[in-house]
């Protein structure tokens, strides 16, 4: 693979979620496409959970509403509130969650005050971001990096070289796998037209539900998509061809931050300040404690209204996310570049998306050195 002039190596991207998008919206911009597209377009999985219960001194809001994915990238949501630490650094201040199957509904209610923090891939931290033209969000933290991978038939592609007249799948069209893969055929030489999916390499959007089933019948060789679909399908005999954290420095690279909205950063700096605070100490504990914060995901997984993944999957799924308080700055700004190369977005302007001021505050206090923002915080 030849480097890429943003990337030491040329590399795709990462994150969730819906089907292809019907044919009435080929007419849209680039831009609003992968807005429309990133992580999916259904809406919220449940309605806003009740406060939960908060003891001790009120910081300067109520409540603070939060919103995440149950999926396994975003384990930092699910673990902290799991094991109450975010509340515990929030005191007094209760807790309202929503549960999202999709990245642009999540950043409507962002912009809507439905919440004001939330868990997130980049795709849709970037359009929301350049959308608003950059008003209304920030990000304010890193979250998880990897668990993501193309996964193949063994008996149909044996090697990358053997991807030519194959039907590969990922979650969406404009989704942070979509554009991780295409920007990865483009780096190969494939040709493909990056709307219809057409091309060297038959790219096939299957929402990940559908994945598994599409695999087993053959209506796919393949599919480039995030945990725990991946390991679903080699429970299924597939085989992982490419783990993308190969095609990254220091394999690492972003698929889960934390954005807030502007106008609850500016009133309630505190309340972000202890949810960033519960966040550092959610890693911290994920990291020692591994096993209970496997279960504590899965568990919180099941309690938002999925099914508990089985140990088969689960935990080779669980060992390929790294959780991180580092943002990986440098790695957002090469992923919105990988979508320009896939022909899905123009070059957006995301400069000032990262204010990182309160996460270097909270690791300056815990001892730790402050994380980079890649030319692209807001000082």
């Known amino acids: 693979m030849a480097p890429s002039p943003t ?52 910081l300067s809001a109520d409540t603070v509403k939060i919103g995440y994915f149950a999926n396994l990238t975003h384990g930092t949501a699910l673990v902290g509130l799991q094991e109450g630490l975010f509340q515990k650094e929030l005191g007094g201040t209760g807790i309202k969650t929503q549960v999202f199957n999709a990245g642009p509904s999540e950043i409507e209610a962002l912009n809507a005050g439905s919440i004001d923090i939330g868990w997130i891939g980049p795709s849709p931290a970037i359009n929301g971001y350049t959308q608003s033209g950059g008003a ?21 592609v044996k090697s990358l070289d053997d991807l030519k007249g194959k039907k590969i799948a990922t979650p969406q069209l404009g989704n942070t796998q979509d554009v991780a893969l295409l920007n990865y055929l483009a780096t190969k030489g494939f040709k493909e037209d990056a709307q219809s999916g057409a091309g060297d390499v038959s790219v ?6 559908v994945t598994p089933d599409a695999y087993s019948s053959g209506s796919i060789d393949g599919a480039w998509v995030p945990e725990p679909t991946a390991s679903t399908l080699v429970a299924k005999g597939a085989k992982v061809l490419l783990d993308e954290k190969d095609l990254w420095p220091d394999r690492q690279f972003v698929i889960t931050n934390i954005i807030v909205s502007q106008k609850f950063l500016k009133a309630h700096p505190d309340v972000v300040e202890a949810v960033l605070r519960g966040s550092v100490k959610t890693n911290a504990f994920i990291k020692q404690n591994p096993a209970k914060a496997e279960q504590d995901a899965n568990d919180a997984i099941k309690t938002a209204g999925g099914n508990a993944l089985p140990a088969a999957i689960l935990d080779p799924a669980w060992k390929s996310i790294d959780f991180t308080d580092d943002p990986l700055a440098s790695t957002l700004q090469a992923e919105a570049d990988h979508a320009v190369t896939a022909g899905l977005l123009k070059k957006p302007n995301i400069a000032g998306i990262y204010d990182l001021t309160l996460l270097d505050k909270v690791l300056k206090e815990a001892g730790r050195p402050a994380v980079a923002d890649a030319g692209l915080g807001t000082n």
Request: charged share 20%.
């Open 7 to 58: 990337h030491p190596r040329p590399r795709p991207n990462a994150g969730r979620a819906r089907r292809a998008l019907p044919a009435a919206l080929a007419g849209l911009t680039a831009v609003s496409l992968l807005t429309a597209c990133s992580y999916g377009s259904k809406a919220p999985k449940n309605d806003a959970a009740p406060a939960a219960a908060a003891s001790g001194a009120k």
């Open 136 to 156: 209304n969000l920030r990000i304010i933290g890193g979250s998880a990096s990897g668990g993501v991978e193309l996964v193949v038939n063994p008996a149909k």
């Open 204 to 209: 096939v959007r299957t929402d990940n539900k």
